[in-house]
């Protein structure tokens, strides 16, 4: 769930890595190279979880009202949606676990700045269930990050956002990281989103968007303080970071 500075970003971004918008009608663009680490082997069920869903799916969209077929390989649901459906799948005793803390209520899913209070709160060793990521460097794929609610007034309204790592981080340069990343989303991660070109990502917002929208893969660009802890996002590699809480953690069971 982008703010609206985040979006209004995305349109340079586009401009920037030379994508021309796709016409009424026209076929999605093929999809282009995404800034990533070189893959990585990865025993997290979560990440198994989302992957093979991703790999799989026939159908998914951007939408509050989550419903999920596995068999019929449908996934319409928003950010958190997707992050407590597949925390659920891969690990449902840490999902159940973060649920009882933030006491969310049976057929609702928590809000990010819960799943960010949660993961703020964990002991510096963790838990049987949960080990917190304090460092970008650190993340792995299946991991959970959690964008969280900004309260100042006089940064433009955003609600936080909740995303899978899909990836190793890659350090730039320019000492940020470009990280790969899972989650459902109707605003892409830059010209090569999967959401672009993947004809089964509907369009949450025809006649406005002219992309797809639910689940897919991105890649974002991460940047740290001096003891490598997240402080920016980009929502997509290459554009204006804005500043707001980032928590990360890996479930554990």
């Known amino acids: 769930m982008p703010s609206r500075r985040l979006a209004a970003l995305l349109p340079l971004a586009v401009a920037a890595l030379s994508l021309a918008p796709a016409t009424a009608g026209a076929a999605r663009p093929t999809p282009g190279p995404q800034v990533q680490a070189p893959p990585s082997p990865s025993s997290s069920p979560v990440f198994a979880a989302v992957s093979s869903a991703f790999r799989t799916m026939s159908r998914t969209k951007y939408q509050h009202q989550d419903l999920e077929n596995a068999t019929a390989g449908t996934y319409y649901f928003d950010c958190v949606g997707l992050a407590n459906y597949f925390l659920g799948l891969g690990a449902p005793r840490a999902n159940a676990a973060l649920r009882a803390a933030e006491h969310v209520r049976a057929n609702y899913v928590p809000r990010p700045d819960q799943m960010g209070a949660y993961l703020r709160g964990l002991p510096a060793a963790g838990t049987s269930l949960w080990k917190p990521v304090r460092t970008v460097a650190a993340i792995a794929p299946g991991d959970l990050i959690v964008m969280d609610a900004i309260t100042n007034p006089d940064t433009p309204a955003f609600v936080g956002h909740a995303l899978i790592a899909a990836s190793a981080p890659l350090l730039l340069s320019n000492g940020s990281y470009a ?30 968007h002219q992309w ?42």
């Open 179 to 208: 990280l790969q990343v899972f989650d459902s989303t109707g605003t892409p991660h830059g010209a090569a989103d999967s959401r672009r070109w993947d004809p089964r990502a509907v369009n949450d917002r025809p006649g406005v």
């Open 212 to 253: 797809g929208s639910g689940l897919g893969m991105g890649t974002i660009q991460l940047w740290v303080d001096g003891a490598g802890r997240p402080q920016r996002i980009s929502w997509v590699v290459g554009i204006a970071a804005v500043a707001t809480p980032i928590e990360i953690g890996r479930a554990l069971g």
